[in-house]
T-cell receptor
Framework: GAVVSQHPSWVICKSGTSVKIECRSL??????MFWYRQFPKQSLMLMAT?????????EQGVEKDKFLINHASLTLSTLTVTSAHPEDSSFYIC???????????FGSGTRLTVV | DQQVKQNSPSLSVQEGRISILNCDYT??????FLWYKKYPAEGPTFLIS?????DKNEDGRFTVFLNKSAKHLSLHIVPSQPGDSAVYFC??????????????FGRGTQLTVWP
């Protein structure tokens, strides 16, 4: 089945620094990838839709200058949290779909802690 | 505005019994529904899905029922096993041709199966 690899699985960074999270589709091409954020005991909140070769589409309330998304190839999308602050600490998850009848495959997630 | 609702944050079931997880939605445009299972610090794993043209889909111990008139779906797990203990997310989408649109998630239900 489809596999989505997400790295790193956890990261601790200092306030004010930037962190990059990678999401790769290992055995299929994904023209569209999605980035989610999950707070404790909350649902998965869609942050943005990453489109290969074009600008990402951000959900309302998500700062595009803070959460930079790049989808440079059909197998790689990156999320960069710029000038991270403690309130950015969260669990970030990416997903992609090989075809609609398989639903979406999710990465293993990245636990970001900003200190 | 939560378009997909899981009103029970938790469910506790004895091993061997049936687990029934419920989900309601408000958007009549949704025509594809999915259930995901999630362990802490991991990405969601696809379990089972159902199209709006069906009212039931079965896969091993998992069965999803869809009641379109009530905008309600449920996931049945029979028999429940301790390894089923996890958070279960209901998700819905409005397909565009052969493309699966973005997913809308419920808040999840924590299922605990005790021996």
């Amino acid at each position: 089945g489809a596999v989505v690899s997400q790295h790193p699985s956890w990261v601790i960074c200092k306030s004010g620094t930037s962190v990059k999270i990678e999401c790769r589709s290992l055995d299929f091409q994904a023209t569209t990838m999605f980035w989610y954020r999950q707070f404790p005991k909350q649902s998965l909140m869609l942050m943005a839709t990453s489109n290969e070769g074009s600008k990402a589409t951000y959900e309302q309330g998500v700062e595009k200058d803070k959460f930079l998304i790049n989808h440079a190839s059909l197998t790689l999308s990156t999320l960069t949290v710029t000038s991270a602050h403690p309130e950015d600490s969260s669990f970030y998850i990416c997903s992609a779909s090989e075809s609609w009848n398989y639903g979406y495959t999710f990465g293993s997630g990245t636990r970001l802690t900003v200190v | 505005d939560q378009q997909v609702k899981q009103n029970s944050p938790s469910l506790s079931v004895q091993e061997g019994r049936i687990s029934i997880l419920n989900c309601d939605y408000t958007n009549s445009m949704f025509d594809y529904f999915l259930w995901y299972k999630k362990y802490p610090a991991e990405g969601p794993t696809f379990l089972i899905s159902i199209s709006s043209i069906k009212d039931k889909n079965e896969d091993g111990r998992f069965t999803v029922f869809l009641n379109k008139s009530a905008k309600h779906l449920s996931l049945h797990i029979v028999p429940s096993q301790p390894g089923d203990s996890a958070v279960y997310f209901c998700a819905a989408s409005a397909r565009r041709g052969s493309t699966l649109g973005r997913l809308y998630f419920g808040r999840g239900t924590q299922l605990t199966v005790w021996p």
